[in-house]
């Protein structure tokens, strides 16, 4: 699937005041009416429970300044960060991504040791600027 080039987003959510994001490109567009979008969330992952927990989410979309976020999110930087969040639609999204879209869970299904979730898109928050991509598990510029 590394030879699957895509965009890089982090997902954000919040349960009893406390934020939490992680990293995925694992995103998809899949209905235009109603609006429905799809991530897919490790078993594993802590943003499982959360998501299960507050019935919606924030997909960031993220931009080519934004590779430190993007590692910071999967946890490939060790050290702490204190990231300024904004709030949208009651949804805490990450200042300056491409798109932010605040989505409420629409439907949900576990598949293998992934959940998949579909999203309804409540709103969303559009800026101008270039894509961070990934290919083969490394950062790329669109040139
Ligand atoms: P943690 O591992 O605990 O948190 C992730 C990181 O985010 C930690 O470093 C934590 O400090 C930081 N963090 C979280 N909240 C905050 C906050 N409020 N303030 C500051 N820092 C915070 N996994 C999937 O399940 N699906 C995917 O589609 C997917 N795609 C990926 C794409 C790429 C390009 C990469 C690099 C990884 C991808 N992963 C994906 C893996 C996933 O990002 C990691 O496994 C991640 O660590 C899982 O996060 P977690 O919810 O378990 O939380």
Redesign the pocket.
Known sequence: MGRFATG?TIITTEVNGE?????????MSVSLEPKLVQ????D????LKLINESGKYAVNILSEDQQEM????????KE????Q?ETFEGLPIIKDSLVSLACKVYDHHVAGD?TLFIGEVMNLKIQDGNPLT?FEGKYKELV
């Not at 991530?39 to 490790?42: D, P």
């Not at 702490?80 to 990231?83: F, I, K, L, T, W």
């Open positions: 890089v934020v939490h994001g992680m990293t995925a490109n694992a995103f991530i897919s969330v490790a594993k992952a802590k943003m993007s590692m910071l999110f999967a946890g490939q930087i702490e960060r204190d990231v969040f992934h990934i």
